[in-house]
């Protein structure tokens, strides 16, 4: 056991020298392929495969980077609409309720108005009540007079006596 063990640990020492004086190679796995398996023929069709993928892939990055770049100018310009939209709209509902407050204003001013032409007709029907109460009582009192005047002829006529009756010859 204590040979196993001598051999071993020398043939770990020769094993780590030799690892770490090596020059390691900088090949690829295509290259590392062809040197393992011998099959270049093989590996070229699966290099122009991986060349061919590799480059669809690129464009399809590049497709989609661009498709990209336009959906973010789109939600910007849609997002630019949407803002003036807002703001548009809060002209519109500023503007409407001056409106509304105009309409209000105008509405009380018109009730104020008809409130006045009803005071005016009222006035005036009342004014012209006063009137034909006036004539009536003009009339009412000509009238009164008139009679007044009469009775009055009448009375002293009575009392004078009545002329007689005149006798001709």
């Known amino acids: 056991m204590k040979i196993f063990s001598k051999y071993g640990l020398i043939a770990a020492i020769i094993l780590f020298f030799t690892l770490v004086t ?24 699966l290099q122009q495969e991986y060349n061919n993928a590799k480059q669809v892939m690129e464009e399809q990055i590049a497709a989609q980077h661009e498709q990209l770049k336009q959906s973010r100018q789109q939600a910007e310009e849609l997002l630019n609409r949407q803002n003036e939209l807002q703001e548009s709209n809060e002209y519109y509902r500023q503007q409407n309720e001056q409106y509304r407050e105009q309409a209000n204003m105008l509405i009380a001013e018109n009730e104020n108005l008809l409130l006045k032409m009803e005071k005016m007709e009222q006035d005036r029907k009342s ?20 009679l007044s005047v009469r009775i009055w002829r009448y009375i002293v006529w009575r009392k004078q006596g009545r002329p007689r009756s005149v006798q001709l010859p």
């Open 22 to 45: 090596t020059n390691k190679a900088e090949a690829g796995f295509f290259e590392r392929a062809k040197d393992i398996y011998n099959v270049p023929e093989k590996i070229e069709e």
């Open 127 to 146: 004014f012209y009540q006063k009137l034909v109460t006036i004539f009536v009582s003009l009339i009412a009192l000509i009238l009164l007079y008139a």
